[in-house]
């Protein structure tokens, strides 16, 4: 079902007019973690105005250590809900547990499904029977194959709306979080008909990395970007190392607007 052979004509999905996988690339960003009400709603603007269409924020976090911040759950959703009310700009969230699917479909607009559960086949068929769009991420260490596998999970339940996000893989690199592999946007796009965005945020680490990689991965096809942006990075609960200033979000939003006219 993911296959370009089955359907050759790319798939485009529409969210009340914000069209991922069609010309133009749509642009998520928001914090890694939803915080607080002030925090969200003041990066939910920051973002909007430099050109975003929709708001990403954790509010179930899957943490490495059960000692971190391991987000503001129900909570967290009203308040991505309430920046949606005032900005008009949807929402992106992860649901990291078959239990939360409820209450994650009635405030999100896509469901995320992060890298470490992009194998966990319960939850694959359960977001397949529901009735928004997910974005499935690849595995920490996940083949291209076994990545459209996790999304074949999805589909075949009847869930057509699948978003792929390269948000980079393990390798022996050290010096970066992940090794982004940008080959995958158009090795991914020549098989499979479903959009694919780039995460440079997780991909790298750093948010110095993360300007670079971002304009590469456009450069090089991508359907959107998902970034972290938080108003005050060095006060972040999650990924204060790798999330964009709102300065220097703003000016990459211009650069991405460049290329993707030029390519
Ligand atoms: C995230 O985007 O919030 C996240 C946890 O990413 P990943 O699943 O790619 O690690
Ligand atoms: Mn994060």
């Known amino acids: 079902?993911?296959?370009?052979?089955?359907?050759?004509?790319?798939?485009?999905?529409?969210?009340?007019?914000?069209?991922?996988?069609?010309?133009?690339?749509?642009?998520?960003?928001?914090?890694?973690?939803v915080e607080s009400e002030e925090q969200i709603l003041e990066t939910a603007r920051i973002v909007k105005e430099a050109g975003a269409e929709?708001?990403?924020?954790?509010?179930?976090?899957?943490?490495?250590?059960?000692?971190?911040?391991?987000g503001l759950g129900e909570e967290g959703l009203k308040l991505l809900a309430k920046a949606r009310e005032e900005t008009g700009l949807k929402i992106?969230?992860?649901l990291m547990d078959i239990q939360h699917l409820d209450v994650v479909e009635e405030y999100t607009d896509i469901f995320q499904i992060g890298a470490r559960n992009m194998q966990n086949y319960p939850l694959l068929s359960a977001v397949g029977?529901?009735?928004k769009p997910v974005m499935l991420k690849r595995g920490m260490s996940a083949t291209i194959k076994e990545w459209l596998l996790a999304a074949e999970y999805i589909m075949s339940e009847g869930n057509k709306e699948v978003i792929l996000c390269e948000?980079?893989?393990?390798?022996?690199?050290?010096?970066?979080?992940?090794?982004?592999?940008?080959?995958?946007?158009?090795?991914?796009?020549?098989i499979s008909h479903l959009p694919v965005i780039?995460?440079?945020s997780h991909g790298t680490g750093k948010w110095d990395l993360v300007i670079p990689m971002a304009r590469?991965?456009?450069?090089?096809?991508?359907?959107?970007?998902i970034i972290e942006v938080h108003p005050n990075p060095g006060e972040a609960l999650s990924d204060g190392q790798q999330s964009l200033k709102p300065e220097n979000f703003k000016m990459l939003m211009e650069e991405i607007d460049l290329i993707s006219r030029a390519i």
């Open 1 to 33: 079902l993911t296959g370009r052979d089955f359907k050759p004509d790319k798939t485009v999905i529409d969210i009340d007019g914000v069209k991922i996988g069609g010309k133009k690339p749509v642009i998520m960003a928001g914090p890694c973690a």
């Open 54 to 70: 929709i708001l990403r924020g954790g509010a179930f976090k899957p943490r490495t250590s059960p000692y971190s911040f391991q």
């Open 92 to 94: 992106v969230t992860e």
């Open 129 to 131: 029977k529901a009735s």
């Open 167 to 190: 948000r980079g893989i393990r390798t022996f690199g050290e010096r970066t979080r992940n090794t982004l592999d940008l080959s995958s946007i158009p090795l991914v796009q020549q």
């Open 198 to 200: 780039v995460d440079p």
């Open 216 to 225: 590469a991965g456009i450069a090089a096809g991508a359907d959107g970007l």
